[in-house]
């Protein structure tokens, strides 16, 4: 039986660095270690990659969705509940927040899934080259304008957002640095792409055309030069508020909840030691994100945040499918409950603007609150998905019989969950008023209702929004 | 690409394309699999999308380039009797009966040519009779029906009424078992040869199930370095010609197969985005990777109506990408007309291509 502040501590960890875990599988980590843990998260490719071909057998419309959802959003659901390597769709996840990319310009979901693997294939890799291949992504491109970014006519576009939004952040260059980086990046643009009629959507091809950069001498943060793109990047990474802007970025998504992007250079960071310890490794490491990635996860800042940071709406939706089960194939209506994180503020593959999602409790308003609460009590309300089964069997098991155990042992099986003294008294009288319950003979139905009710409860709790 | 492919004598001619992308009417949406009927009719199976609803079946008239017709439309997306929730297999039988697979309610429904609705037989579950997940459809010439059993690995043989006559193979990848079957046909002797998908295989059986060969190795076909992804899990254009990549007999995912008169076996090899050909005895012969340089009639008439379409076809420096299969789930041969016809399912439209019986080479010096 493994130690209950070890399962609190894995279940921590894999809520952050994936979307939760049942309990079986935290008992399985535990057992293998804290440390080794992080290392199977880490190096992913030794877990077996998502196979595509399952859902494109049963929904063939997930792979060219067009610009209309939900198809697109399909595919991405698909891959965020069956992966067996959640952190590194945690970190195409990470990447789609910075590098955010919208649909309602893209018009074309095919290109945002493409933009999404191309971090699944390099968001644990180099950030340098990560800013290399994203500049050369032609729905980025398109999404910053860089197409209308020429030798001859300056768009600031991707220029300004490259520092702004995916690298320094405000206040660390001046308004001749953008212009200067967009000039060192006209030219870089998409070959002309099939239209999508009459047979469907095809890809862009980025294309440089030498023609239409300008070749003159450009002054980037105190650097001379005939500076091309990539250039541009060299010269970026290494600004020490480049490694600060992705730490601080990392330590909001993984840690917890910072104060929005455009506070950065007003408001310090709640754990500046922090965030300077992983800027160290950053550095040190040049650029590369798995060193980081593994320090975070095994510092005491990290191990210590549980609870500190609200859940977002993927992680609320993903997390739930992965603990409930029974969403593994492709099922008719998959494209309703792949909508569900837009209903509650986060529309994937399509976000409000470049500056991406705004987190932390700007997540929650009165709608989104019962979008979330609703959808996670449907679920763990529905006795016939294997996960819940697989709880009430597990309640069944311990011998679940007075309100105070039925509270408890439920708060355990869907966490383990910590919730203040007032929640838990909440908790504790509804239980009191249905009395003990009994798994014997006709009791078991009423116990089973039960027991589903009191983990719909506990999904409507303020600490249940927490991860 | 070249549109005439000669190998070992024969000779298959790029002829010409049929559909566009459609949630009704004239087109298709993602076909699963098809089936000829009497006088070239051809019936797809629609599996559609969440977004469109293109759920159906469609009877399309065939003829030369730009002669097909749509005649009818039936079993499309709804609850109860001549609906379907999921499509996916459609056979034809000698008596005009069409029996179509919803591989969601684990029924086969079955209609008149015209698509009325007659009755529908199968439930859920893994017993005698009881289907998971059906896929194909092949009908013998003694008019019973052979049912992919899909999620349970398994052949199933209904009479016309659905009674259940027969059954074999089991999940595995040893000789007659299989895993996740897709597509299936029957030759002039009544061999049955069935895409065993998840094994990367084609099984030949005999009429009465027994094992007797199969075709295929599993592997994706090589990437060249300049290769340029249509979907991000391709094709892959290049300026290297596919037909130079190694080890012809590979299988990635196969989804469908047919056999012509002479015995040569056509297999679509959906994960690599062609259709294989196999002599009689399984040996490779080559392979055709799509070659639409043409529009069909529909997808000129979607063309014709939107002028920034043309003007963008104009400014495209590469065609390559529309010419090519993008996963092809089904495959056809027409023996009244020697034309092999392969669905070309990301695509929306089939391509056809004849098999040249005398075909006489060119002056090599022109």
Redesign the interface.
Known sequence: MANQDDIGLMAHLMRRAGFGATRDELEARVAKGYDATVEELIEYASQPAVDPYVLLRHQPAALLPGGQPPMGNVNYMYYLVNTKRPLQEKMALFWHHVFATGNSKVDNYDQLLEQIELFRNNGMGNYRDLLVTIARNPTMIFWLDNNQNHGTAVNENWGRELLELFSLGAGNYTEVDVREASRAFTGWTFETKLPRLPYGRFPWKFEYRPEDHDDGEKTFLGHKGNFNGEDIINIVVQQPACAKFVCRHLYNFFVADEPQVPAWNIEAPRDPAAVDALCKVFVESKCEMKPVLRHLFKSDFFKNARYKHLKSPAEVVVGTLRLVGGYELPKPGYGELSMQPSYMGQDLLNPPSVEGWHTGQEWINSGSLMSRINFVAAQLGNPDLPGVQKIIERLKAQGTKTPDQLVNNCLDQLGPIEVSAGTKKELTDAAKEWGEISWDGAGAQNATRRAAEMMQLIAATREYQFG | MPLTTVVRGRAYDWSHAIG??AATGT?F??V?TMCLGKENDLYTAN?????NFGMRVNRIKLGGPGDEELVSEFFQHGQGDGKA??PFGVAVGNDGRVYCSD??TNTISVFDPDGKFQYKFGSTGSGDGELNRPAGIAVEKNGNVIVVDSGNCRLQVFSPEGKLLAQCGKAGSGDGEFN?P?GITTDKDGNIYVAD?KNHRVQKLSPQGRFLMKIGTYGELPRADDA??????GPYVSSVLPTQYPKAGLLN?PTDVAVDPDGDIYVTDW?NHRVSIFEADGTPLTNLYGDAQE??K??????DA?P??MK??R?????E??YRFC?P?AVDFNPATDEIIVAD?????LQVYKKVRDYQDFQANL
């Open positions: 566009r992308g087109g949406n993602y699963q599996r559609g999308n969440e977004n929730t999921w591989e969601w996740q897709w998908w340029f992804a249509v979907t991000y899990l995912h994960g529009f069909s529909w997808a000129k008439q979607s063309v939107n920034d379409m963008a076809y400014r495209v420096r590469n065609s990408p529309l996963f789930t399912s990301q695509r929306n439209r």
